[in-house]
């Protein structure tokens, strides 16, 4: 093992190649762990390609071409069509049994903290559902519970993290027993991390003396991370052959579909995606369009107003297919993409973002009111050019999309809030309890006047409830828990 002075002399070459060695300046003056946790921070980061992306990136801002050969990508629809029917039923066969024969791994993406929603602590920990407040990590344990149960296999789950929730998150499934999984099933490892970058120095910023400005490198950053964590290796030697990737923020998130699943391994993709079709033009939602033949994201601040907004024969958008970040990924894509002769690298973005920093003449840390510093991260769409073959599938709104973003405001509901998504679980359950002949009652807007939560341990399809002892009707104003 490399002593400290060791460890400081390599860093020091290293910076000093970056033009970077002002990491180092208050280096003297730190206690023996500090300069511990700043030179690992260092030596995490790769720095030929930090002074790359500070040329591409930073003292330059790249401007998005408009592709010449643009056209929407074509998709399956949530509700098949006569002639699609055996083709689903098919593929759900299909899903079902690679599920069952232990073949498909899920991924939970949650390498962020709660900052946005005022919650101290990583994302996953956030209490989600509207009459148990049960957190993200503890609803998509209930689902895999469910599917376990459901086709009679264990489904190996792996969480990537950030260096900066890694340990919470690490003691969160501790105290919580695993949520009753196995804990041999699950896997936590880390992304890597990016330094923020000044925009008018053009150097790295510090947090502290002894921390650099640091955020996880982009959900792109998973598909370098599954390589390089083991979670790979460990997936071949289990027999996985596919992943299903899901984002933290989404309690309702159908964390292992056999339909989506049958219809991308029939159709030999590998990398395919879930889209909603977006509720207006501009809708914050990436677009999925094909670029030479080639399917690609493109990001709906990049997508014309002209073509947004256009529409087909039947008064449709005609890009109106959404990304909502779901995907199913084969193993040996994630393999290739990591092995190739030229290394694996997705395209960075710039973002411009207020970053707190260490103020040299203030002796703290200081927090802008403006902008200050460029974050460089990768998105994991960015992938789907690489393959052979991608498809997409429509999913459901209400079924599939109560994402918890943003913090909710008194009096109102706001997008992408808890609120909206407790609103949202609401109507679903409802929705289920109906399709089984369950009054619910609704006011003249049809919302529902009631709070309902259906834990995922007892249904995760509406045909789940077949063998529920349900009410013949739910009583306005009651909180109805299954």
């Not at 149960?149 to 190996?156: L, R, T």
Request: glycine share 6%.
């Amino acid at each position: 093992m490399k002593t400290l002075d060791q460890r400081h002399a390599a860093a020091r070459a290293t910076l000093d190649a970056a033009h970077q060695s002002h990491v180092l300046d208050h280096y003297d003056t730190l206690t023996d762990d500090q300069k511990a946790s700043l030179l690992s921070e260092i030596e995490g980061i790769d720095w030929p390609e930090v002074t790359r992306l500070i040329g591409s990136h930073v003292k330059n801002k790249p401007e998005f071409e408009m592709p010449a050969n643009l056209e929407p990508a074509p998709w399956y629809p949530h509700v098949p069509r006569d002639n699609h029917k055996p083709r689903y039923a098919q593929a759900r066969t299909h899903g079902e049994t690679l599920i069952a024969e232990g073949k498909v791994a899920a991924f939970t993406v949650a390498g962020g903290q709660g900052t946005r929603l005022g919650w101290d602590g990583p994302k996953g920990t956030f209490p989600a559902t509207p009459i148990r407040g049960l957190t993200l990590f503890a609803c998509f344990a209930e689902y895999l519970k469910k599917a376990e149960d459901k086709y009679g296999a264990p489904v190996p789950w792996y969480v990537m993290t950030s260096p900066i929730n890694d340990a919470p998150t690490r003691a969160f499934f501790e105290e919580n027993k695993h949520f009753g999984l196995d804990p041999k099933n699950i896997m936590i490892f880390p992304q890597a991390m990016m330094p923020a970058i000044d925009m008018a120095t053009h150097k790295v910023l510090l947090k502290t003396p002894h921390e650099l400005a640091l955020s996880p490198n982009g959900h792109g950053g998973s598909l370098k991370a599954l390589w390089t964590s083991g979670a790979i290796a460990d997936m071949k030697k289990r027999g996985v052959e596919q992943i299903s990737y899901t984002q933290v923020d989404n309690p309702v998130v159908r964390m292992l579909d056999p339909l989506f699943i049958g219809l991308h391994a029939l159709d030999h993709a590998q990398m395919s995606s879930k889209m909603l079709p977006k509720a207006f033009a501009k809708e914050k939602l990436g677009n999925f369009c094909l670029v030479d033949g080639k399917m690609t994201v493109i990001e709906y601040s990049n997508l014309p107003d002209e073509l947004a907004e256009q529409k087909n024969e039947a008064g449709e958008l005609k890009f109106r297919a959404g990304s909502i970040a779901l995907h199913a990924i084969r193993v040996d894509f994630v393999e290739t993409l990591n092995t190739g002769a030229d290394g694996f690298s997705l395209p960075f973005n710039r973002a411009e973002k207020k970053v707190a920093y260490w103020d040299e003449k203030a002796g703290a840390t200081a927090t802008p009111d403006t902008p200050n510093a460029v974050k460089l991260e990768t998105f994991v769409f960015d992938a789907l050019p690489m393959t052979e073959n991608s498809i997409i599938y429509e999913t459901d709104r209400t079924d599939e999309f109560g994402p918890i973003k943003n913090a909710d405001v008194e009096g109102t509901i706001e997008t992408d809030s808890p609120a909206s998504s407790k609103q949202l679980q609401t109507e679903r359950a409802a929705r289920w309890l109906e399709s089984r002949g369950v009054t619910v009652p609704r006011d003249a807007d049809g919302v529902v006047n009631a709070t309902i939560e259906i834990k995922q341990t007892t249904a995760i399809y509406p045909e789940d409830l077949a063998d529920v002892e349900l009410p013949g009707k739910v009583e306005a104003g009651a909180e109805l828990l299954l």
